[in-house]
């Protein structure tokens, strides 16, 4: 029965010190569940790393290092000899190899190119130069591209060879003298065809591709778009410098939405996951909104303060303050996280302004009238029926003024180059809460006839 | 060289009415974006669809189909006949026609099902009997699959006669008699091993597998997870039943992305993307949160209800009201949304409950005191010494004790057997700001020494 090994095995296995059965429960684990068997040791994760990798073969070791943290693999790195160094990242993905160059230091850098072949040596270089969030930064460079005027015969023959290295295989572009791309070919289609057909008269010519600097959320929505295994990325003059995998575009696709649901609750952006950050960069990210809203929140302050006569002659609206104020910033909130998430999986489209802004007028009107209602029989009870009518007609105004806030604000951030992401929850119930407290005091003393 | 169409040369095509150039620019189109061009007509958009498909051959026909909006899939099912619709469903991946199966009436279903091949029929039903959200909804049971002591040969033919019709030949999967799954090996395997060669020995045997009624998030998860192009789908016999590729896999996590996304901001689940829902569904899946939320900001009105002398003597009180409860139920936010998004992508496990809690004390209680300084300074100037005492305490008190809310609340959801995502931004605002009152006009009852 084809089964999966735990890693219960290993903790066992440690624990009763057994080296030939340490060897062969970490050959039989999948590389993702050897990295997080690691990841949860804590301190002592170098030392684990290093020993448990000791029983793997090159090219297997090479694979499981690209799956540990990124701090923890630049820490092995920095302690392996430049041979052995330049041995490792010979053999991992060139993607892989690219990112973790980057991380560690200069001189180990310039030792362990030194010990390169000269071809591999200038790969790395190039694909450690792409800014970080690029197409360039996320593609890997091995991929099978062949000359045009090939028949399929030749062409398998090429794959065979280029296979041992190559990321995917499953997808082989033709490129020409230049190596500009001409068109792809799937391995689908290749084994398929018959051995003398003309590889140029099988290829697809219309394809999806990407630009090196383009960015890597909309490298990631290409694909899922396309449902493509591998993504052709080119330079600026059309030649084919590598290709980005579906597993690379799935991560980053969970990363960004990771990025917009933490922009959602005003955090910046984490340089690692959750977990492992540091409680410095975590103050640092959460502290900046936090404090700006400290400020934005003034506003409601202010406006509490204009109407103090209203409020010290009926103290009892202040009872129905945070309840208005919220409802408000509520309804916002969630307008603006139906337009945000829309913005990004391309659902809502920024042309789509008028439109939405329609619907929700409507929606947003009958959810005010919903909670007029609930929040009347409240007004009644412990205000009498002069409460209930400012209390009432107060919800039906700062929900929809609530809801055509949080619904614009993201269009209108985009407007301004920004991301739509940032309008955070906290943000548009801060500035709903503001405008809340105005038009409920407004209507009180208006219908209560009090001097404002 | 290789260029992707646009919809705009449809576009004129249309406009000028030439029937050829628009059968050019239909096959020559993405599907994805055939699709796009077609939603964006709007009303007509039937008519539209059925106009463009016929200028495509059967099969790139149904696979166009398959990436329209289901609503508009379902009303072109209904107007085909039994006949047209069973050999269009025949064409169609399994899943897909699995999942408009489902969706159109129970009468044309079983004429449908009458034009089929009983064979197809067999494999439709049961791909439609699985319930939406699992496994079994998700996968397909297009793939390669042989019996065991075969050649690499005699695979090799195998793969070449079911390539056509599977979703993936990437990953050959070997069974025995009884269909449980032995092993798979990947077709860049299968192409550089000899001819000769048993695929028994070639096979890897340790695989991720599924269970069929494994919900999809834990599905998409595990494709991400292990990298994988195919996952495959065991029944609770251990029998291979389908398989679940990268791409749908991505699709779910995007999916589920947005469905936490929603939830965060207290929107249930939409039944299709946002910009297409009705307005009656936003209406629906947004007012339940709404309207429970104004009855949980009561408790935070009572509290002010309660202190009612202190504030009519200290009418300053009320303008920091709004800044210590949002800045409580801001830092609330932020800390549940990091746990919420942790759990979801297994960063955080439920076990670290407490490492998380300690993490969480330092961050919030160095968040706290940086804004108590903020604070502190507007307290002087609007209020004096005593005032500013007060309000920048029980800033300190409001951040933690939010923060530490917002924090525990996911975990304990999960242990109610909830979504932790349930632990909403604005729910978490509500028990922060209920708090908040509490703490905020205690600490001014003390210091300034007021009766309760």
Redesign the interface.
């Known amino acids: ?5 735990t890693t219960e095995g290993l903790a066992e296995a440690l624990e009763r010190q057994d080296e030939a059965l340490i060897a062969e429960q970490v050959s ?1 684990l ?1 590389a ?1 569940d050897l990295a997080d068997f690691i990841r949860q040791e804590g301190q002592n994760e170098a030392e684990l790393a290093t020993r448990l990798l000791s029983h793997l073969p090159l090219s297997e070791r090479a694979r499981a290092f690209g799956y540990l943290d990124t701090g923890l693999q630049a820490r092995l790195a920095h302690d392996l000899s430049p041979t052995a160094l330049a041995r490792l990242l010979s053999k991992m993905e060139a993607d892989e190899r690219a990112d973790l160059f980057k991380l560690v230091e200069e001189d180990v850098q310039e030792a362990a190119l030194r010990q390169m072949a000269s071809e591999e040596r200038e790969d790395l270089r190039r694909l450690a130069s792409y800014q970080e969030g690029t197409a360039g930064a996320l593609m890997t460079s091995d991929y099978v591209a062949i000359a045009q005027g090939l028949t399929v015969k030749q062409a ?1 023959q090429a ?2 060879s280029t ?2 290295d190559a990321e995917t ?2 997808q082989v572009y033709i490129i020409d003298d230049e190596r ?5 070919v799937s ?2 289609e290749l ?2 065809a018959l051995p003398e057909q003309s590889m140029d008269d099988l290829m697809r ?5 990407v630009s090196v600097d383009e960015d890597q959320e909309q490298v990631a929505r290409q ?7 591998a993504l ?1 990325v080119l330079d600026t003059d ?1 030649r084919l410098v590598g290709i980005v995998t ?2 690379d ?3 980053v ?2 990363e960004e ?2 990025e ?3 922009k ?4 910046g952006k984490l340089s690692q ?3 492992s950050s540091g ?1 410095l960069e ?2 640092r990210k ?2 900046v ?3 700006l ?3 934005a ?2 506003f ?3 406006g ?2 204009y109407f ?1 006569d209203t ?2 002659a009926y ?2 609206l ?6 208005l ?3 408000s ?3 916002g ?2 307008a ?3 337009m ?3 913005l990004a ?1 391309g ?2 489209r920024l042309a ?1 302004w008028g439109r939405h802004f329609g ?1 929700e007028l ?2 947003a009107g ?2 005010g009238l ?2 007029a209602l ?2 009347s029989v ?1 007004g009644v009870i412990r205000g009498g029926p002069d409460i209930a009518l400012v209390v009432a007609s107060s919800m039906i105004v700062v ?1 929809v003024m609530g809801s055509l806030i949080g619904m614009s604000l993201p269009f209108l951030l985009n407007r301004l180059g920004w991301d739509p992401a940032t309008a955070s ?2 943000l548009v ?2 500035i709903a ?1 503001a405008v809340g ?1 105005l038009i409920y005091f407004t209507i009180a003393t208006m219908v209560l006839g009090l001097p404002a």
Do not use: C, K
């Not at 500009?180 to 792809?184: A, E, P, V």
């Not at 010519?205 to 591709?209: A, C, G, I, K, W």
């Not at 202040?318 to 309840?323: D, H």
């Open positions: 029965m084809a089964q999966l090994l039989g999948q993702a398998l794959v065979r296979a041992p295989i499953y500009r791309l001409l068109g792809t391995l689908r084994i398929l010519s219309e394809l999806v591709t694909v899922s778009r396309y449902d493509l295994l052709p059309q579906h597993d575009a799935m991560d696709a969970a939405a990771t917009d649901m933490h959602a609750a005003t955090i996951g959750f977990g409680l975590l103050y959460r502290i909104w936090l404090v809203l400290v400020f929140n003034i409601s302050g202010l509490i303060a103090e409020i010290a103290i009892v202040v009872f129905f303050l945070p309840l104020v919220d409802s910033g509520n309804a909130s969630q603006a996280t139906l945000v998430r829309g999986t659902d809502v789509d619907r409507l929606v009958s959810l919903t909670m609930a929040v409240l929900v929850a906290p119930t801060s809460d407290v």
